[in-house]
């Protein structure tokens, strides 16, 4: 059974950074793309960034460009997020997807895997 379970969320203020993880059962990052949306109460869930399982695609959200980073380790099978200069609009439960096609990834579309979530709070 697939999981992936996220980790390293909590509470900072503002420009600080924290680094999310996400770890996946099996190799699943060699053959998924992975990537980590984000949901605040009321909205819907939205996307902040992908990676291609070959690594060489790559997608922000236009508000964490420059500020956030996505990567992925297969030798132990997780995903990251390094998030820096934090605001309080970054805010928000983030969850961990993983997908066999990068464009449907990056939709939310269905097919694919998500973790719990892990909430994130930057106060200013």
């Known amino acids: 059974q697939v999981r992936l379970v996220e ?5 900072v ?6 680094r999310l993880s996400c770890a996946a059962s ?10 980590w949306f984000r949901q605040t109460p009321g909205k819907e869930r ?9 690594g060489a695609s790559l997608s922000y959200e236009d508000s964490v ?10 030798a132990k099978n997780t995903g ?3 998030m820096n200069s934090l605001k309080p609009e970054d805010t ?5 997807a993983a997908h066999p096609f990068y464009e449907q990834l ?19």
Do not use: P
């Not at 980790?7 to 509470?11: A, H, K």
């Not at 928000?92 to 961990?96: D, H, K, L, S």
């Not at 990056?106 to 200013?124: D, L």
């Open 7 to 11: 980790s390293g969320g909590g509470m």
């Open 13 to 18: 203020q503002a420009g600080g950074s924290l």
């Open 26 to 35: 099996g190799r699943l990052f060699s053959s998924h793309s992975m990537g």
């Open 46 to 54: 939205e996307f902040v960034a992908a990676i291609s399982w070959t």
């Open 65 to 74: 460009k420059g500020r956030f980073t996505i990567s992925i380790d297969n």
């Open 80 to 82: 990251y997020l390094q």
């Open 92 to 96: 928000a439960v983030y969850y961990c």
């Open 106 to 124: 990056r939709r939310g579309a269905a097919g694919g895997y998500w973790g719990q979530g892990t909430q994130v709070t930057v106060s200013s």
